[in-house]
């Protein structure tokens, strides 16, 4: 059995380095990739791609997978091993090559025209992209027959083990919760100074803030590009982006302290499963709770003010001089509703989500025709937001996730804030003086929690099987909501 | 036929994507990798280099080649890619993986010793790694079996087709006419003022002066590395590296101008055989005569001064305020010699050369002991450079090549040279008013010729034949010889 695991882990490893070298492709092509490389380097992700595909595909993996699943009880991270590789080899034979192809093109062809629809807030330019792609997600799920209903097979896809059902109850608590507590929050507006924050001191206030909060730089790098993201092409190699614009302080401040979030997540996983896919993240949504601790539950956090409010204040002495934590906290905890997602508070962020998973649900089934989406949109924003959306691009256009054939990712976004607050929850618990902590910039306390019962964790257990054991139980809205309702309407 | 070679080609650009990510990797390590980041890029690296050895390998690309083979007469550009893809192949089905393995091994060990060596200038320390790394070298050149003697199995990985025999009667004349040469020339010493010259604003100097001759920045960029390289991902895609220190403005300029020629090259490749073996670069001598035709034929000439000289002092308006071109000129053209090949002057570098070319044949043929190498070396230093050396690190431990495995690869810079030279004659002939376009910053006339008869080319002739038929000679010393006497001499 011991060289069945040997050469099985073998086989992981060398897929999991080429999906390594994959990430370093993107993440070159966001930060340092000439413009005129595009096509090269489309080309040479369809070949990579195509190699991870063979790899993951080709019988002998099959037979080595089958020796295991028969081989009786396996240590735990060997069973972890087999259920992940099991579980994307799974999803990889499954798809037919032809619809494979078929998706890549359509999403290829929709990005440009989802591009000029939103210039020109046309969506009749985009409709038939999106009835093409639902079309195709819809044949997707129908030949990965995962779960009880099409939209199971998509969200399976990011957030492995969850299922519609699941998450249906749990985000009509949410939605509930949330609607009820917009009628008790104060709607008072408060912002910082208009600048000039310069971007280059705000990249190096960044580099501070992830050194302070335990980001290895030798092991990482900080760089500036369109979207904040994160990217790790494998160990001791974990990417973090930021975007600073002069006039906006917060927007790259929140977003360095989300993706260093995201960062620590991989600088944490298990090293001696590295390579291994018992030692990768387990899934979207606990991805995005550890960025979500960080940019939410730590940074927009009284204690955090009052350890930042001096920072800002010897960063940008003439522009910040007279900022106090009070100030800084209302700045980054003002709730109001608007039309785009991603400029979204803590409060209204997940009724955004709620309207997409709504309508990608009815356009699955097939009960929403893709022409009948602005209207859709229109009442479900109306409903929950109380907002009338004027056009478009403010609306259904808003996203790139559907043209890039992303339907089913949206989910991941509650997921994350469900569970960094049902974690935060936990770590009050045990670290009962953890707001003197924040306050006095000591982050290592925290972190080190989080690499023990998280990061170090890699996928060993499912996503859900984490999260009870953490936390005592299971996914629920309780703590989110609880967590929202102290801050906004108690003032805790 | 028409299948077989759409296949084949397929087979081949695949192989050329993969090649390209390799070479990605190369450039993110030495540029943008975070310094931990190194174990799993040697993991990656391997597994895609192994990637590259099935594809290579595979007997369906045999089968694909033998059919080729057998076809008749093909088009001159698919008949190229039959030779340099058959080349590459044989190669590759020859090395036993055994070998390959002990090698990677052997250089891996080797490398950490060579820089400790260095440090201390500790011969016993590196000579073991050599001894081993010859004699793997020495199997290899068996395995291999090309050519007559076990170095022109070495050489044809470099310079594929050039053999020792045919090189030998060139490097003899050249050693002659440039020891004769060095006995006439002047060895007065001239400098620039020791700066300081920001590295940032040479920078910024070096990336007009790259878009100057042509290079497009938008299908690559200018980074900063330890040592200056260019590196071509693929298509739209071509990178340079250079190098800047405060105290010395010429060597980071004449880096930038030895890469952009590099880089020229491959962004001049010609587009319809992309990511073909044919569309390639055909030789390292080839490639090294481009760089060094814009380093030397062009940027140490004196039209090139002309127009240069007006930019450093704008650039460096305090530091080189009273510099005229004579002076920058003289700067450029200082003939001293030195126990460092990579200092070296244009009339003393070849005969460094001709050194490492006579102490790896002896090291190869075993007439050479691995603890007699330093002898050897003082003794040929004298003979070849007149000068006593000090140390083994300006000695035989200044190199990195042997402890990488690449013997043979010297030659090749030789070959630059001598290509250059006659690629140069060719050019005056073609373009007589050269020395009048040059000085006045035209350089597209030239640049357009190079397209022309060289970049465009790509490896649809081997080098040797590409130099016959644009210079209308075999390969020789005469117009280098020329070249160098014209203007150390003659001062011309």
New interface residues.
Partial sequence: MSDTVTTFRERC??IQ??A??LG??GW?QE???????????A??RG??AG?VHERLTAPELGALLDDLAGAGALPDDVAADVRVLGHQRERAVRLPASLVRELAEAVGLAQPDWVAAREHDDWDRFAPHLARIVDLKRREAAELGIGDEPYDALLDEYEPGARTAWLLPVFADLRTALVDLLGRIDATVATLPAGPYPPARQEMLSRDLLAAIGY??????LDVSAHPFTES?????V?VTSRFVADDLLSGLTATLHEGGHALYEQGLPEHLA?LPSGQAVSLGIHESQSLLWENHVGRSRPFCRWLAPRLREAFPTVLAGLDHDALYAALNTVRPGPIRIEADEVHYNLHIVLRLEIERALLTGDLAVRDVPVAWRDRARDLLGLEIADHRTGALQDIHWCMGALGYFPTYTLGKLYAAMLWSAVRRDLPDLDTLLAGGEFEPLLSWLRTHVHARGSVLPAADLCREITGHELRADDFVAYLAGKYVDGA
Avoid: H, I, K
Avoid at 216 to 221: F, K, S, V
């Fill in positions: 490893r060398e380095r080429l390594g070298v370093l492709l070159d930060v340092t990739m000439p413009p005129r490389g595009a096509a090269t380097r080309r040479q070949a990579l190699l290895d730089l030798a092991a990482g790098r092409p494998g160990p001791g190699d990417r390579e």
